[in-house]
C-alpha cells in the first residue's frame, strides 16, 4: 500500500540555519504530494503541494520539489525563524477524491 | 459555517462507554475524512468519504469503531465499548477533492478513564 516515510525528529536549529526535511513515499500511479504545518496550539494546514514531477511547491519561504526518480518531496528553507516552529507533516494522495496519507511528522524547534 | 466544526472538543468517558463524535464539514466539500493523533504522534487514517460512501475504511482499527455520512455533510464516528488506548485527538477533513488542500477541524479530545 502506499506510505509516507519522513526523517525522524525532533529537529533544532538556530535561527537563520538552513532546514531540510527528508521525505519519501510508496505510491502506485502518481500520487499529488502535500506538506502540512502543525503550529502549537492550532490545527493542521496546507503549507504547499506539487501534483505532477518535477513540479515545485512554494510557501513562506519553504520549497519542495516532486522528484519522481528518488519518490522524494523533501522541504527546504533557507533561513528559518523562530516562527516556523512547528511539527511539519509530508502527505499523499494517490489520485483525486482518494484518501490523503500522512507521513509521522517532524517536530521543528528553531531557538534564537 | 466557515471551517470544518467537531464537537465536542473535549470528551471524558470511562472504559466500556460509547461515544459518538461529530464533523460539520464545509458546505459543499464531498470528501471527508477522519485521522486519529495520539499524543506526539502522528496523523493515522481511519476513513474517508467521498459523498455519503465509504470507499475505503482500512484504516477502523477494529469493529468497535464505525462512522457515517449522511446528507454528503454531517459525519458522526462511534466508539463502542471504549478502552483506554482509543484516548486521543480524533481529527476531521474536507476537502473539494481533486487535489485540492484538506480543511482540519480543531478536533475531539478523547480521554478514557
Known amino acids: 500500500g502506499n506510505s509516507v516515510t519522513q526523517m525522524e525528529g525532533p529537529v533544532t536549529l538556530s535561527e537563520e540555519a538552513f532546514l531540510t526535511i527528508n521525505c519519501t513515499y510508496t505510491a502506485t500511479g502518481y500520487p499529488s504530494l502535500f506538506w502540512y504545518v502543525q503550529y502549537p496550539g492550532e490545527g493542521l494546514q496546507l503549507l504547499l503541494k506539487a501534483t505532477k514531477a518535477d513540479d515545485k511547491g512554494s510557501n513562506k519561504g519553504f520549497e519542495a520539489t516532486y522528484r519522481k526518480e528518488t519518490t522524494s518531496f523533501h522541504l527546504e528553507k533557507g533561513s528559518v525563524q523562530v516562527s516556523d516552529s512547528a511539527v511539519y507533516f509530508c502527505a499523499l494522495s494517490e489520485t483525486s477524491y482518494d484518501k490523503v496519507i500522512f507521513g509521522p511528522g517532524t517536530s521543528l524547534s528553531v531557538i534564537p | 459555517g466557515a471551517g470544518v466544526s467537531q464537537s465536542p472538543s473535549n470528551k471524558v468517558t470511562e472504559k466500556g462507554k460509547d461515544v459518538e463524535l461529530r464533523c460539520d464539514p464545509i458546505?459543499?466539500?464531498?470528501?471527508l475524512y477522519w485521522y486519529r493523533q495520539r499524543l506526539g504522534q502522528g496523523l493515522e487514517f481511519l476513513i474517508y468519504f467521498q459523498g455519503n460512501s465509504a470507499p475505503d475504511k482500512s484504516g477502523l482499527p477494529s469493529d468497535r469503531f464505525s462512522a457515517e455520512r449522511t446528507g454528503e455533510s454531517v459525519s458522526t464516528l462511534t466508539i463502542q465499548r471504549t478502552q483506554q488506548e482509543d484516548s486521543a485527538v480524533y481529527l476531521c477533513?474536507?476537502?473539494?477533492?481533486?487535489?485540492?488542500?484538506?480543511?482540519f477541524g480543531s478536533g475531539t479530545q478523547l480521554s478514557v478513564l
Open positions: 458546505s459543499g466539500h464531498t470528501a
Open positions: 477533513a474536507s476537502s473539494t477533492g481533486n487535489y485540492e488542500k484538506l480543511f
